[in-house]
C-alpha cells in the first residue's frame, strides 16, 4: 500500500528519465514553434518583391550573440560544478544579451524608419525582425526561471538533478539564436 502512494517516481533514475524525457519533448515541441516561425518569415521575405534595402544588423546583435555563446560555455562550468563565479557570469551575460537585444531592436527600428521606401514593406521586415528577437527573448527570460532555482550553492545541491536539463535547455537556446542571427542576416 505504501508503494503505491510514491506514485510513478519512487526510485530517483525514474524521475530522472522522466525529466529528460519531458525537456526533450519541451525542446522539440519549442523547435517546431520557432522553426515554423522561422520558415514563415523566410517565406515572406521570399514572396516580397519589392524588398527594401535594409540598414545594417546593428552592432548590439553582434554583441549579444557573443554574450549568449560565453553563457553556454559557463554553463558548461557549472554542470560540472556550482562555482560562484561561473553563476554569476552566466547571469550577467544572460542580462547583457536581453540589454543588447533591446539596443538593437531600438536601433533597428530607428535606422528602418528613415530607410525612406515602401512604408508597407519595411513593416513587414520590421516585424519579422521583432517576431524573432520577441520570440527568442521570452525564451531566454523563460529560461531564467530554473536558472534562478540553482543560484546559490544550496540551490544547486537541491536541484542538482535540473542542472544537466538547463544546460541542455541553454545550448538549445543558443543554437537558436544563431539559426535567428543566420536569418536576420539574410533579411536584409
Known amino acids: 500500500m ?8 519512487s526510485s530517483g533514475g525514474s524521475e530522472e528519465s522522466a525529466l529528460r524525457l519531458g525537456m526533450r519533448w519541451f525542446i522539440s515541441s519549442i523547435a517546431v514553434f520557432l522553426l515554423a516561425s522561422v520558415l514563415a518569415i523566410v517565406v515572406i521575405r521570399t514572396q516580397v518583391e519589392n524588398w527594401p534595402q535594409l540598414p545594417p544588423v546593428p552592432s548590439a546583435l553582434w554583441w549579444s550573440t557573443g554574450a549568449i555563446l ?3 560555455i559557463a554553463m558548461q562550468k557549472i554542470k560540472q560544478e556550482w562555482h ?3 553563476m554569476w557570469s552566466v547571469s550577467v551575460l544572460i542580462l547583457t544579451f536581453l540589454g543588447l537585444q ?47 532555482l540553482v543560484a546559490t550553492r544550496h540551490g ?3 536541484h542538482k538533478t535540473l542542472v ?9 537556446i543558443c543554437c537558436i539564436w544563431i ?3 543566420i536569418v536576420i542576416l539574410f533579411l536584409r
Not at 530607410?115 to 524573432?132: K, P, S, T
Not at 544537466?164 to 538549445?172: E, K, R
Open 2 to 9: 505504501q508503494d503505491q502512494k510514491k506514485g510513478v517516481f
Open 70 to 72: 560565453l553563457s553556454t
Open 84 to 86: 560562484g563565479v561561473w
Open 102 to 148: 533591446v539596443v538593437a531592436a531600438m536601433q533597428w527600428h530607428h535606422e528602418l524608419t528613415t530607410v525612406g521606401q515602401n512604408e508597407n514593406v519595411v513593416a513587414i521586415a520590421r516585424m519579422a525582425l521583432y517576431v524573432l528577437m520577441f520570440l527568442h527573448g521570452m525564451h531566454v527570460i523563460g529560461g531564467l526561471v530554473p536558472l534562478g
Open 156 to 158: 544547486y545541491a537541491k
Open 164 to 172: 544537466p536539463l538547463l544546460v541542455t535547455y541553454w545550448d538549445f
Open 179 to 181: 539559426l535567428f542571427f
